[in-house]
């Protein structure tokens, strides 16, 4: 494989509805940035892969609606969907374009609109098996809720502590001009809002936005040729765990994600994660999840995760920043979020991210999951070569 | 482009669409147990030995057919709780109690509803159904072959 390099991002202003553009306009708007961060001509892409879950825009393959926005037309094009990971293994798969050779320059474009449906939950439900587990009334947040509930239970975790999840979270994203949910908030806020699926409140849990994004993927000799200040491509891990989310060993720990983190750091020469990386952009559309996900990326042992957060181990003045954007708890167009996890590592490692820069950036960690629990993908970016 | 709020456009539409999904053999027989004669079944693998609840034809693990149908009892522990509050479209009437059960007998969690007792008030209803309660099944008289056909677990202390 060769060496790869991101080479320019892009993103919208992410709203609960932009009713200014069409799917195609927001496409465009968000690979035109991508190209404009680049200095580069959509002549220049040689291959598109474009990321989106159909059913949230009400469209059978809004792929094909918005291939003209995206300047894929006469261009190869290839379409993922794995749920919330969606947006990352986008990445990853344009990244394996350029990396196996097959490609100098490939574009990862998302689009999602998940404010266009009525109700995202209803949705959702739809993923779970039919015959067996969709009567069960399970939603996205179920999710969260039982790894909650669980977590609370097994490692005694609290509900404060998942509060200073959300107010740092909306903390970073006041700083973010592109988040989707801008305001302060308190512990005291998060713990009195409305209960929505216990052990989860309304501040525990992500909004439904509208946005596109996208990233350029080059190879080390077009990247040295074409831009100054590339994000170099240090590793990725995908895997995917079985559809029965009543087989996993304990829902409090999320064992897949440590199996796929493993392999991430290995690849990317990792050995103390806490230490070597600066900033992580984790996929946690409720509370509890970056709880899980701390721990199961090895930054703090099990259980510790609660502790380490009201100490402000992961603050931006922080041991390791986490979700300097303010996170998924603050935006969150489904089949882009997971991008845009990416587009904010590469901005961190870059000198990019303004108001919410982590000072001396030089190693950040995107990742994102989807299905029942099922799906993880994940990546390092680095300002410097590995 | 002149850009006036007031100006831009929705077009409603709707995505309604009526399915029929197969069972299979395997959820067939299973369902068949639940509808005629009130009775869980879990299936083994003949390899790794587990009972998989719900059953399917195979084992993913080992990558085998499954053959051996095992009897699971009605009744076992809470092993993760949600409660949901909020009404979504075409989804139950909140408020309801999400939980995976381990059953007597069964090496893996079903997904259903905990019920039976009052869950309108979250402070009251995270104490009456709490990770390691027990439940039992509370049956529905006319069954029809599906999960429904058991209305929810019941906490055994509820009266
Ligand atoms: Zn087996």
């Given at each position: 494989?060769?060496?790869?390099?991101?080479?320019?991002?892009?993103?919208?202003?992410?709203?609960?509805?932009?009713?200014?553009?069409?799917?195609?306009?927001?496409?465009?708007?968000?690979?035109?940035?991508?190209?404009?961060?680049?200095?580069?001509?959509?002549?220049?892409?040689?291959?598109?892969?474009?990321?989106?879950?159909?059913?949230?825009?009400?469209?059978?393959?809004?792929?094909?609606?918005?291939?003209?926005?995206?300047?894929?037309?006469?261009?190869?094009?290839?379409?993922?969907?794995?749920?919330?990971?969606?947006?990352?293994?986008?990445?990853?798969?344009?990244?394996?374009?350029?990396?196996?050779?097959?490609?100098?320059?490939?574009?990862?474009?998302?689009?999602?609109?998940?404010?266009?449906?009525?109700?995202?939950?209803?949705?959702?439900?739809?993923?779970?098996?039919?015959?067996?587990?969709?009567?069960?009334?399970?939603?996205?947040?179920?999710?969260?809720?039982?790894?909650?509930?669980?977590?609370?239970?097994?490692?005694?975790?609290?509900?404060?502590?998942?509060?200073?999840?959300?107010?740092?979270?909306?903390?970073?994203?006041?700083?973010?001009?592109?988040?989707?949910?801008?305001?302060?908030?308190?512990?005291?806020?998060?713990?009195?809002?409305?209960?929505?699926?216990?052990?989860?409140?309304?501040?525990?849990?992500?909004?439904?936005s509208d946005g596109a994004c996208a990233v350029i993927f080059a190879s080390e000799e077009q990247a040295k040729k074409l831009c100054p200040k590339p994000a170099w491509v240090w590793g990725e891990a995908s895997i995917i765990d079985s559809y029965w989310w009543g087989e996993r060993p304990d829902l409090a720990d999320w064992d897949i994600l440590s199996l796929a983190g493993r392999r991430l750091f290995k690849m990317a020469g990792i050995e103390n994660p806490i230490k070597e990386i600066d900033v992580a952009e984790l996929y946690a559309p409720f509370t509890s999840q970056t709880l899980l996900e701390l721990e199961a990326l090895g930054f703090c042992g099990k259980g510790e995760s609660g502790p380490q957060i009201e100490k402000g181990v992961f603050k931006m003045d922080g041991e390791m920043a986490?979700?300097?954007?303010?996170?998924?708890?603050?935006?969150?167009?489904?089949?882009?979020?997971?991008?845009?996890?990416?587009?904010?590592?590469?901005?961190?490692?870059?000198?990019?991210?303004?108001?919410?820069?982590?000072?001396?950036?030089?190693?950040?960690?995107?990742?994102?999951?989807?299905?029942?629990?099922?799906?993880?993908?994940?990546?390092?970016?680095?300002?410097?070569?590995? | 482009?002149?850009?006036?709020?007031?100006?831009?456009?929705?077009?409603?539409?709707?995505?309604?669409?009526?399915?029929?999904?197969?069972?299979?053999?395997?959820?067939?027989?299973?369902?068949?147990?639940?509808?005629?004669?009130?009775?869980?079944?879990?299936?083994?693998?003949?390899?790794?030995?587990?009972?998989?609840?719900?059953?399917?034809?195979?084992?993913?693990?080992?990558?085998?057919?499954?053959?051996?149908?095992?009897?699971?009892?009605?009744?076992?522990?809470?092993?993760?709780?949600?409660?949901?509050?909020?009404?979504?479209?075409?989804?139950?009437?909140?408020?309801?109690?999400?939980?995976?059960?381990?059953?007597?007998?069964?090496?893996?969690?079903?997904?259903?509803?905990?019920?039976?007792?009052?869950?309108?008030?979250?402070?009251?209803?995270?104490?009456?159904?709490?990770?390691?309660?027990?439940?039992?099944?509370?049956?529905?008289?006319?069954?029809?072959?599906?999960?429904?056909?058991?209305?929810?677990?019941?906490?055994?202390?509820?009266?």
């Amino acid at each position: 494989m060769r060496r790869v390099a991101i080479i320019g991002v892009g993103q919208t202003k992410f709203r609960t509805r932009r009713d200014d553009a069409t799917h195609e306009e927001l496409t465009f708007e968000g690979v035109s940035r991508a190209l404009e961060d680049a200095a580069l001509s959509i002549s220049q892409i040689e291959s598109f892969v474009y990321g989106t879950m159909d059913p949230f825009d009400g469209v059978n393959s809004p792929d094909k609606w918005c291939v003209g926005g995206a300047g894929a037309v006469g261009k190869p094009y290839i379409k993922i969907s794995t749920g919330g990971t969606t947006g990352l293994t986008t990445g990853i798969a344009a990244y394996h374009q350029v990396a196996s050779g097959a490609f100098d320059i490939a574009m990862a474009v998302c689009t999602q609109r998940v404010g266009v449906g009525d109700d995202a939950q209803s949705i959702l439900n739809t993923c779970v098996c039919p015959i067996y587990e969709r009567d069960a009334g399970a939603g996205a947040i179920t999710v969260g809720a039982q790894q909650a509930s669980r977590h609370m239970f097994k490692y005694g975790s609290t509900d404060y502590q998942r509060a200073l999840v959300s107010v740092d979270a909306h903390k970073n994203a006041l700083n973010n001009p592109y988040a989707h949910i801008q305001v302060d908030v308190t512990p005291e806020d998060v713990m009195n809002s409305r209960m929505i699926e216990w052990p989860l409140r309304l501040l525990e849990c992500c909004p439904r936005s509208d946005g596109a994004c996208a990233v350029i993927f080059a190879s080390e000799e077009q990247a040295k040729k074409l831009c100054p200040k590339p994000a170099w491509v240090w590793g990725e891990a995908s895997i995917i765990d079985s559809y029965w989310w009543g087989e996993r060993p304990d829902l409090a720990d999320w064992d897949i994600l440590s199996l796929a983190g493993r392999r991430l750091f290995k690849m990317a020469g990792i050995e103390n994660p806490i230490k070597e990386i600066d900033v992580a952009e984790l996929y946690a559309p409720f509370t509890s999840q970056t709880l899980l996900e701390l721990e199961a990326l090895g930054f703090c042992g099990k259980g510790e995760s609660g502790p380490q957060i009201e100490k402000g181990v992961f603050k931006m003045d922080g041991e390791m920043a986490v979700n300097p954007s303010g996170g998924v708890l603050c935006t969150n167009p489904i089949g882009a979020t997971g991008l845009v996890r990416l587009v904010e590592a590469c901005l961190q490692v870059t000198g990019k991210a303004e108001k919410r820069q982590v000072p001396d950036a030089e190693v950040a960690l995107a990742h994102a999951w989807g299905g029942t629990m099922q799906l993880h993908a994940l990546m390092i970016v680095g300002k410097h070569k590995r | 482009m002149a850009e006036k709020k007031e100006e831009f456009i929705k077009v409603k539409a709707n995505w309604n669409i009526p399915y029929t999904h197969s069972a299979g053999k395997c959820a067939s027989h299973f369902f068949q147990e639940m509808k005629e004669k009130k009775r869980i079944f879990g299936i083994r693998c003949p390899k790794c030995q587990r009972v998989m609840l719900p059953p399917r034809s195979f084992c993913e693990r080992c990558f085998v057919e499954t053959t051996d149908w095992v009897p699971v009892k009605d009744e076992g522990v809470v092993d993760s709780v949600s409660i949901n509050y909020m009404e979504y479209t075409g989804m139950p009437k909140p408020p309801y109690a999400i939980a995976f059960i381990k059953l007597d007998g069964s090496d893996s969690r079903l997904m259903h509803f905990v019920g039976g007792v009052d869950l309108s008030d979250w402070k009251k209803a995270k104490e009456l159904v709490k990770i390691g309660t027990r439940v039992k099944a509370v049956w529905k008289e006319e069954r029809e072959g599906r999960m429904t056909d058991i209305m929810y677990f019941k906490p055994i202390s509820a009266k």
